[in-house]
């Protein structure tokens, strides 16, 4: 029996680290053709179907499926996300929501406050480190949902009450305590809706998963 507990634990820790992967992957760079296809894709290895599959996530997910349905009938889907992507996360747009953790830190919206230096050290305790090919500040929604994957499979073997914790305090205090600002800040910009449903989507996910730790 105690085989087996540790087996389920085993698998649902992937489960979770392949999803915060996934949510990463989507903040890293705009969806393309490749992803959009994917995420559309009925199989028990899509993600987005296994998010569907959870009864409290199931109406929050068919939103952001629903969003992606129109613009399979646009002649060039991806580039009207990369439009939304560069209209909500480029520093330069003017009505940018900026998916870095500083900006809601404080009154003052800038960059590399506390959350980026907190991000640094965590990522060297664990033994990573941002990836050149990506040179964003360390607070990026995408860097820090790839740590938390991380540092879920890290203890995968011998799962702790600390390592619990850690997750725990992660995901309350450097996650939940700024994506409802950011995830306010992006229903303010009209566009296909398809990034504020996803996010929609991974706050209750996060807050799902922490009820869950």
């Given at each position: 029996?105690?085989?087996?507990?540790?087996?389920?634990?085993?698998?649902?820790?992937?489960?979770?680290?392949?999803?915060?992967?996934?949510?990463?992957?989507?903040?890293?760079?705009?969806?393309?053709?490749?992803?959009?296809?994917?995420?559309?894709?009925?199989?028990?290895?899509?993600?987005?179907?296994?998010?569907?599959?959870?009864?409290?996530?199931?109406?929050?997910c068919k939103r952001f499926q629903r969003h992606i349905q129109p613009l399979l009938a646009l002649e060039f889907p991806a580039q009207s996300l990369e439009r939304d992507y560069i209209e909500l996360f480029m520093p330069d747009s003017d009505t940018g929501t900026?998916?870095?953790?500083?900006?809601?830190?404080?009154?003052?919206?800038?960059?590399?406050?506390?959350?980026?230096?907190?991000?640094?050290?965590?990522?060297?305790?664990?033994?990573?480190?941002?990836?050149?090919?990506?040179?964003?500040?360390?607070?990026?929604?995408?860097?820090?949902?790839?740590?938390?994957?991380?540092?879920?499979?890290?203890?995968?073997?011998?799962?702790?009450?600390?390592?619990?914790?850690?997750?725990?305090?992660?995901?309350?205090?450097?996650?939940?305590?700024?994506?409802?600002?950011?995830?306010?800040?992006?229903?303010?910009?009209?566009?296909?809706?398809?990034?504020?449903?996803?996010?929609?989507?991974?706050?209750?996910?996060?807050?799902?998963?922490?009820?869950?730790?």
């Amino acid at each position: 029996m105690d085989a087996l507990i540790h087996q389920q634990i085993q698998q649902l820790s992937e489960t979770r680290a392949n999803i915060y992967w996934w949510f990463s992957t989507l903040y890293a760079s705009t969806i393309d053709e490749e992803k959009l296809v994917t995420l559309l894709k009925d199989d028990d290895q899509n993600v987005l179907q296994t998010l569907c599959d959870n009864p409290s996530l199931t109406l929050i997910c068919k939103r952001f499926q629903r969003h992606i349905q129109p613009l399979l009938a646009l002649e060039f889907p991806a580039q009207s996300l990369e439009r939304d992507y560069i209209e909500l996360f480029m520093p330069d747009s003017d009505t940018g929501t900026l998916p870095y953790a500083s900006i809601y830190h404080s009154e003052e919206p800038t960059l590399f406050q506390e959350p980026h230096f907190e991000m640094l050290q965590r990522l060297e305790d664990v033994g990573l480190s941002t990836q050149a090919n990506f040179k964003e500040p360390a607070d990026h929604l995408a860097i820090q949902l790839d740590y938390l994957g991380n540092v879920i499979l890290q203890n995968i073997h011998q799962p702790s009450h600390a390592s619990v914790q850690n997750q725990k305090h992660f995901i309350q205090c450097h996650l939940l305590n700024w994506l409802p600002a950011f995830l306010l800040r992006m229903k303010q910009v009209r566009n296909s809706g398809v990034y504020q449903s996803l996010t929609d989507l991974m706050i209750h996910y996060l807050q799902q998963d922490l009820r869950s730790l």
